[in-house]
């Protein structure tokens, strides 16, 4: 089973979130991760084809999508959209920003968007917002409170070294191993 994972990152900090998602899709047995940086240059599209599921990643850039990213995106027309020849297969996204909003949502909006329109599946997370109450803290799982993906924030002064920061990391690499098990569930 084929999980690809295409994304952009201009600085590392949303790469780290893709290796995370990687991580989290190799833990499912049976699966293995393909990570695309989009920025490296032609895009192998039959592996996409041949993929099982395809996992978007996108620093949030003016509250968007990075321009390679879109780029990406309007690329997909010919070899992938005119066929529709990702039609039901699984896809979902993460996103990463500076700021803990960020409007890292609307990133997420338009990947969900994009899926729709090649007629994928779209996967969101299953976990409930974490540090949500007085007890809880930025450690847990989904921290941002997002249903849509997986959201990460990196401070702007801190290398890919040192943000984002683990529960980030961890909640990347869920939502990696959540793809992995639903696209397995659709493969029997
Ligand atoms: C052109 C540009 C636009 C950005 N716009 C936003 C934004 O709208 N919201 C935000 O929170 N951070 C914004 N940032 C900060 C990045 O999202 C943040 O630094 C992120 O960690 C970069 O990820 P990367 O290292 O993978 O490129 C922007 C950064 C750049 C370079």
């Known amino acids: 089973m084929l999980i690809s994972i295409v994304y952009d990152s201009g600085y590392g900090h ?3 979130q893709a290796q995370a998602v990687a991580e989290g899709v190799n833990a499912v047995p049976g699966a293995e991760a393909n990570l695309i940086a989009v920025a490296d240059g032609a895009i192998p599209w039959q592996t996409l084809e041949a993929s099982d599921a395809i996992i978007f990643g996108s620093p949030t850039y003016n509250g968007t999508l990075s321009a390679k990213l879109k780029q990406f995106f309007e690329d ?3 070899p992938a959209w ?3 020849k990702w039609r039901n297969k699984i896809a979902a996204g993460f996103t990463n920003s500076g700021a803990q909003s960020g409007d890292k949502l609307n990133t997420l909006v338009s990947m ?3 899926a729709a329109q090649h007629a994928m599946i779209w996967v969101g997370l299953d976990l409930k917002p974490g540090n949500a109450t007085s007890t809880s803290s930025v450690n847990e799982l989904n921290r941002h409170g997002s249903w849509l993906g997986a959201m990460a924030q990196s401070n702007m002064d801190q290398s890919p070294e040192e943000t984002p920061i683990e529960s980030d990391l961890k909640t990347a ?3 990696g191993k959540r793809v992995a098990g639903i696209a397995r569930r659709f493969k029997n």
Do not use: I, Q
């Open 14 to 16: 949303t790469a780290k």
């Open 76 to 78: 997909a027309n010919k």
């Open 82 to 84: 005119n066929e529709l």
């Open 112 to 114: 969900a968007l994009f």
């Open 173 to 175: 690499a869920h939502l």
